[in-house]
């Protein structure tokens, strides 16, 4: 039987610690895992047409392939399918809602990396793009760390205000926290080199794909720079956007591995993810356990 996990079944199902360890022991072996793959096209109109394969994880018996549809004006701006299949065999073992996928995975891996950045001690977050990607973020940063103040700039003020205390710029964000979290679909640097003081650590959700660009390429420059993959990076993430040379950047992975100090001097630092199609298993395969485990979601045959 295939199960069907609709947004509610995935977060009624959804252990943010359980995913968030398994997407720790992914960076941490990511370069042992066959290369990622996005592929994306241009629709007729405003939206985009995405897949990303495989997603695979060591002692995971099953693998992912999303398909996606990224339209910004939409609500969600983003819809698709995850399908969970068995790596034994193929059989389809479940499809899950990708928007709620996505927005969790991309949320807890930034968290995690955030997390691993920032200084111990920094306790105050802007959030700019107050969309779902944020707020997972958000959630998922306040089981690592205490947080002690939320400053969210939306071109909505009423989104910002539902996620902290409403600024009237990004700049004003930043201006006032210890930790900026950017999640939106701008094609224009939100902010440049000038924003940055010792200290500061930036998680940018927004390089994902050609043409977005919410950091500068000299605020790019003038930090240290993290990502989660340098070949993807330098193909369609934020290296290809700010015309950077993949040295300038180190991994998330070396960080959690320790191989790679997070902060080895003040400069501010920024990890700037174009998201991997193993992170979508880290989260689908113990969702489905615990679905199955359930057994209240809805499934079929194609028998």
Known sequence: MTLLLSRADVEAALDIPAVLKALDAGFRTADRLPAAQRVGARLPGPGTAMCLIPGLLPDVPAYTVKVNAKFPAATPALRGVVCLHALADGELLALLDSASVTAWRTGLAAALATHALAPERAATVAV???????????RALRTLRPIDAVYAYDLDPALAAAVGEAVPTARAAVEAADIVLT??????????????????????????????????????????????????????????????????????????RGTAPARPDDRATVYAPIGLPWQDLALAWPVYLAARSAATAASFTFH
């Not at 793009?129 to 958000?138: C, D, E, I, S, Y």
């Open 128 to 138: 700019i793009g107050a969309g779902a990607q944020n707020r997972t973020a958000l």
């Open 183 to 256: 999640a939106t679909w701008s094609r224009e640097p939100l902010l440049d080199a000038d924003v940055l003081r010792p200290g500061l650590h930036l998680t940018s959700l927004g390089f994902d794909e050609p043409g977005k660009a919410e950091l500068s390429p000299a605020l790019l420059r003038a930090s240290r720079l993290v990502v989660d993959d340098p070949a993807l990076a330098a193909a369609s993430g934020v290296l290809r956007g700010a015309a950077l040379d993949p040295a300038h950047a180190t991994t998330l992975t070396d960080v959690l």
